[in-house]
């Protein structure tokens, strides 16, 4: 299917797909042939049972463990320690070990960093700290610089699912569900994407579009506001264009899935099919005030099995090499259970966890040194302090904040010292996180 097809069918279902807002291009600073994935827990995970794992230590009172399984089940690949599952988890029929899945074949691509300090307990503020590198409001995810610096006129330069995706109006997030919705998409005038019958005729079909873009060259011929042309123009353009976006369809599996797993599927089409360079996937269910234990095991199950499923999509589409992938959540989680009896020490009710300005991010692929963990937290899980050279622990360091990560990462991808990097600056040391 053609470009202008693809658009009526976005448009047709409300979804959006627009060309970016910026007149003329940035001056290219990002690898275009470079694919970065922001994977968004969210609701704010809790790294103690996943890549920061901590035992059933007790609170200084001697009442209620940081989790309900015990030191010495914590778990070891490579260099990365990771959690047991909960003694009180009881998994479902569907339910597999994913920890012990992801970290065994993913563990030499992976680069964890534990004891990062978000500042806050707020979701939104988290969000955007954990995915701009600042707190403040009206700066653009990194997901969409990099699209502004790399391919700001691809058609699907930036992919979102959700999270933080602002964009300041640099590219224009390409809002898509997932390739089961695609898959739909790409046929609008069929009933049934695999089926053979029409709405209309083929021929039909071609006048009605026809008929379409007539009437958006008249409407541009007649517009005298510039910036109203202007867009009609991009319009125009975007529906006569050649380039071809059924092969992302022709690229997606035979059997497509839902949820994380399909949007995984979409970015890797997308990327392989040159529309795309940047893309945010998301997946809830992270934000366990209560029934902690089973809701954040099977939220965790779910988030890695999505990671492990895009990773494989993308050596299906051979660019595995080229692609970098960093994970991450709002916040974390308190390192005590909020349904304990202060008097009796039980736990009561369903045991959750509240927001904690502790978490950790975890990057893989292209370009990072796996096997390999950077900075920690104290056995009661506060942030402990860095040298800003060495990464060894010192306690008159630093505490590594997103910031830190995120003026490491402009470097990885080559914004620093560009004009996006100046216009939107994260004013932290810079620190070797990657290198």
């Given at each position: 299917m053609n470009r202008r097809n693809f658009l009526k069918a976005l448009a047709a279902t409300g979804m959006s797909l627009s060309l970016p807002m910026i007149s003329s291009p940035l001056s290219a600073a990002a690898d275009s042939n470079r694919f970065w994935v922001m994977v968004n827990a969210s609701g704010g995970w809790d790294p103690t049972a996943l890549c920061d794992p901590k035992g059933n230590a007790l609170r200084s009172d001697g009442r209620g463990p940081i989790n309900n399984f015990a030191a010495s089940a914590i778990r070891t690949a490579g260099n990365i320690n990771y959690a047991a599952y909960s003694d009180t988890f009881v998994p479902r029929d569907t339910d597999t070990d994913s920890l012990d899945n992801f970290f065994a074949k993913h563990s030499g691509?992976?680069?964890?960093?534990?004891?990062?300090?978000?500042?806050?307990?707020?979701?939104?503020?988290?969000?955007?700290?954990?995915?701009?590198?600042?707190?403040?409001?009206?700066?653009?995810?990194?997901?969409?610089?990099?699209?502004?610096?790399?391919?700001?006129?691809?058609?699907?330069?930036?992919?979102?699912?959700?999270?933080?995706?602002?964009?300041?109006?640099?590219?224009?997030?390409?809002?898509?569900?997932?390739?089961?919705?695609?898959?739909?998409?790409?046929?609008?005038?069929?009933?049934?994407?695999?089926?053979?019958?029409?709405?209309?005729?083929?021929?039909?079909?071609?006048?009605?579009?026809?008929?379409?873009?007539?009437?958006?060259?008249?409407?541009?011929?007649?517009?005298?506001?510039?910036?109203?042309?202007?867009?009609?123009?991009?319009?125009?353009?975007?529906?006569?264009?050649?380039?071809?976006?059924?092969?992302?369809?022709q690229k997606l599996p035979d059997n497509i899935s839902g949820g994380l797993k399909g949007q995984a599927e979409m970015a890797a089409a997308a990327f392989a099919s040159g529309l795309s360079v940047s893309a945010n996937l998301n997946v809830g269910g992270f934000d366990t005030h209560s029934n902690h234990d089973t809701t954040q095991t099977r939220s965790i199950n779910d988030l890695l099995d999505g990671i492990d499923h895009l990773w494989t999509e993308l050596e299906r589409q051979g660019i595995q090499d080229r692609t970098t992938i960093m994970i991450g959540s709002d916040f974390g989680r308190t390192p005590f259970f909020n349904g304990y009896n202060r008097d009796s020490g039980d736990l009561v009710g369903t045991g959750g966890k509240d927001h904690w300005n502790v978490t950790s991010v975890m990057v893989m692929g292209a370009g990072i040194t796996g096997n390999r963990v950077i900075g920690g937290t104290d056995d009661l899980y506060g942030a402990r302090r860095i040298n800003p050279s060495t990464l060894a622990f010192d306690d008159s360091g630093i505490l590594i904040t997103p910031a830190h990560i995120h003026k490491a990462l402009r470097r990885l991808t080559g914004l620093a010292g560009t004009e996006l990097d100046s216009r939107y600056p994260v004013a932290v040391d810079d620190i070797p996180l990657f290198t």
């Open positions: 691509r992976l680069q964890v960093i534990n004891g990062v300090d978000v500042g806050t307990n707020s979701h939104s503020v988290g969000s955007r700290f954990v995915w701009s590198g600042k707190t403040d409001m009206g700066n653009p995810s990194l997901a969409a610089l990099i699209s502004a610096s790399a391919a700001p006129n691809k058609p699907m330069s930036y992919i979102s699912n959700g999270g933080y995706d602002f964009t300041d109006s640099l590219v224009s997030a390409s809002r898509i569900s997932g390739s089961s919705s695609f898959n739909r998409l790409a046929f609008p005038n069929k009933p049934s994407p695999g089926g053979t019958d029409r709405y209309f005729k083929d021929e039909i079909y071609d006048l009605i579009q026809q008929a379409k873009m007539d009437s958006l060259q008249r409407q541009r011929s007649s517009e005298v506001l510039n910036k109203r042309r202007q867009k009609l123009n991009e319009l125009l353009s975007a529906r006569s264009g050649t380039d071809s976006l059924d092969q992302i369809v």
